[in-house]
């Protein structure tokens, strides 16, 4: 008799509970974007190409997971651009690296003797074998987060010495893919034809 007692005022609780209960619409901020791939959607491909030509020397951000720069890069191969791929850890001082005559000395494993290699300026170099159709040279550093600002200043100003080259360095991650003129990110003052864009 106690259990049939009990069991209604359980089933009006439950049904009480039901009724009062407020129902709310949730607003979620998500876009088509986020369903597709925001990759795929996103239409600045124009804008990276204009940006490439009148900076020259750009620092990008790509997301952690990587693969968004293929995109950008197949762009520029497009364009007519050939590549130049080298990573900052192991570059040395970028001046004598990319410009100048430089040695390197190869491990010598404690039995031979100790030799010293020259080597030719790898953008000299690589601008000396591109064919005469192509439009330039993209030396695209990845890892540039580790170089210091005098050696960032250095490759934003290397188009300036080299006219058919342009530099893309890696400097850091972001959550989509980013870039701004590699002269902000070094400390350098902008020219008077950028400045008066802005």
């Known amino acids: 008799m106690n259990s049939q007692k009990q069991l209604p005022v359980q ?12 129902w709310s619409t949730i607003k979620c901020s998500r876009s088509i974007g986020d369903f ?21 020397a750009l620092a990008i951000y790509p997301p952690h997971e990587g ?33 100048k005559f430089h040695p390197v000395c190869p491990p010598h494993v404690g039995k ?5 290699w020259y080597f030719p300026p790898e953008v000299d170099y690589r ?5 005469p159709d192509a439009k330039g040279l993209v030396v695209w550093i990845i890892e540039a987060k580790v170089l210091s600002k ?8 290397l188009p ?15 959550r989509k893919f980013m870039w701004t003129p590699l002269k902000e ?6 020219t008077q034809g950028q400045a008066a864009n802005k």
């Not at 300036?160 to 972001?174: F, K, Y």
């Not at 990110?185 to 902008?190: F, Q, S």
């Open 11 to 22: 089933h009006i609780s439950r049904k009480a509970a039901r009724t009062s209960r407020k």
């Open 36 to 56: 597709i791939g925001g990759d795929l959607v996103k239409l600045d491909l124009g804008q990276w190409l204009s940006d490439v030509e009148e900076h020259k």
């Open 67 to 99: 693969g968004y720069e293929g995109r950008y890069l197949n762009r520029l191969v497009h364009q007519g651009y050939h590549f130049l791929d080298l990573s900052a850890r192991g570059l040395g001082d970028p001046e004598t690296t990319l410009t």
């Open 112 to 116: 031979q003797p100790i030799a010293r």
């Open 127 to 131: 601008l000396s074998l591109l064919p």
């Open 150 to 157: 005098a050696e960032l200043q250095f490759l934003a100003l």
């Open 160 to 174: 300036s010495l080299r006219p058919r080259v342009r530099v893309i360095a890696e400097c850091g991650n972001w």
């Open 185 to 190: 990110i070094a400390g350098l003052p902008a």
